[in-house]
């Protein structure tokens, strides 16, 4: 049996096949520096890229798999959410690869996807999950504390009410005047700098549920107040404010999930989406897992950032299932769109 993924919903055009069992065989990333000198991703821009990139993106991943197109079982792609160009790209094709090839479609949640990327075995011997676990999703887009019960069993129990945590990394990065997306800057930053130097404002809101709004603001009234004195402050001071910013983050990602584990007893707890190739929030995680006897799942990092190889891996437990995609389907922006 073998599963091809296809992911195109946001800048990256991805392909992947995996085997029987979550095997990965091939996945395969083409990455859009069209948008560097916009400064983000542009819609348009990114479903020319698409159209460029997916017959040569997808030919290669079968090719690595050492398969021939006839061997695949299924064509499972991401149906949403995303950009609304970029998704018509992946779900046409997939539409057509599985017309051609008279094999089943399936079509895929890409933030589910995210969560299920612990199932991708590298070797038969990669060690997967256990069903209940916690998965902290921590992207561009989302921050979100998952409750997973199955493959097709999921509870967001917590949400963010305003920015998601990517944005508060990659806003934050943009009035220091880092290149887009900042978080990875902040990132390589903060390992020279003080994250006590500064101190940032943290919500106060109950429940499960994260705010990166006033730390945002806190941030930004930080450099103001301080570059009225000194013009040469962001400059000067680059290494502590990523430290101290990046610390913040941290400090309110971790208080919620731990009270996520208080509340469910769950022990295993997973992380997935582009922050969690954050070093410190992956450190924070294990950290807080070693201390309080949990199984922690943290994924390596090329399956933080959009892949295919996750979405071959959920489009899979769906294939167990019969769990099969309509030929009239269309690509979703948002969830419940
Ligand atoms: O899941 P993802 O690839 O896609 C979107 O949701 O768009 O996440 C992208 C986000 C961006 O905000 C980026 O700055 C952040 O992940 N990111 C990081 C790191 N690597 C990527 N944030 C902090 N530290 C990193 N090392």
Redesign the pocket.
């Known amino acids: 049996m073998y599963i091809l993924g296809i992911e195109s919903s ?1 800048d ?1 055009t991805s392909a992947a096949v995996i085997a029987d069992g979550g095997l990965l065989l091939s996945n395969v990333i083409a990455s859009q520096s069209v948008h560097e000198e916009y400064g983000g ?1 542009v819609p348009e821009l990114a479903s020319r890229a698409h159209q460029q990139n997916i017959v040569p993106v997808v030919d290669a991943a079968i090719r690595r798999a050492g398969i021939e197109r006839g061997e695949l079982s299924a064509i499972a792609f991401t149906r949403g959410p995303g950009l609304i160009g970029s998704l018509l790209v992946g779900t046409s094709f997939a539409k057509g690869l599985s017309l051609g090839l008279r094999v089943p479609m399936v079509d895929v949640n890409h933030l589910q996807a ?1 969560v299920l990327a612990h199932f991708i075995k590298e070797t038969p011997q990669t060690e997967v999950p256990e069903f209940p676990y916690l998965c902290l999703l ?5 921050s979100q504390i998952i409750v997973v019960r199955s493959a097709r069993d999921m509870e967001i129990i917590g949400r963010t009410i305003d920015d ?4 508060a ?2 806003k934050c ?1 943009k009035v220091m005047g880092l290149p887009y ?4 800057h ?3 930053l903060a390992a020279e700098g003080d994250p006590e130097a500064f101190r940032f404002a943290r919500p106060r809101i109950e429940g499960l549920d994260y705010s990166f709004s006033g730390l945002k603001t806190s941030f930004l009234y930080t450099l103001r107040d301080n570059l009225r004195t000194d013009p040469d402050f962001i400059e000067k001071r680059r290494a502590d404010l990523a430290a101290s910013l ?1 610390a913040t983050i941290i400090a309110i990602l971790m208080n919620k999930l731990e009270k996520a584990v208080d509340m469910t007893g769950i022990t295993t707890v997973a992380i997935g ?3 969690s ?5 992956r450190n924070a995680v294990a950290a807080m897992c070693e201390r309080r006897g949990l199984k922690a799942f943290i994924p390596e990092r090329k399956f ?3 892949n295919a190889a996750m979405v071959a891996i959920a489009g899979y437990f769906k294939y167990l299932d019969s769990d099969f995609c309509p030929y009239n389907a269309v690509p979703y922006a948002r969830i419940g769109s």
């Open positions: 946001c990256d991703v995210h921590v992207s561009g887009g989302n998601a945590a990517g944005e990394f990659d990065a997306p900042g978080g990875p902040i990132d390589r990046q989406g582009g922050v190739a954050n070093s410190g929030v933080t950032t959009d």
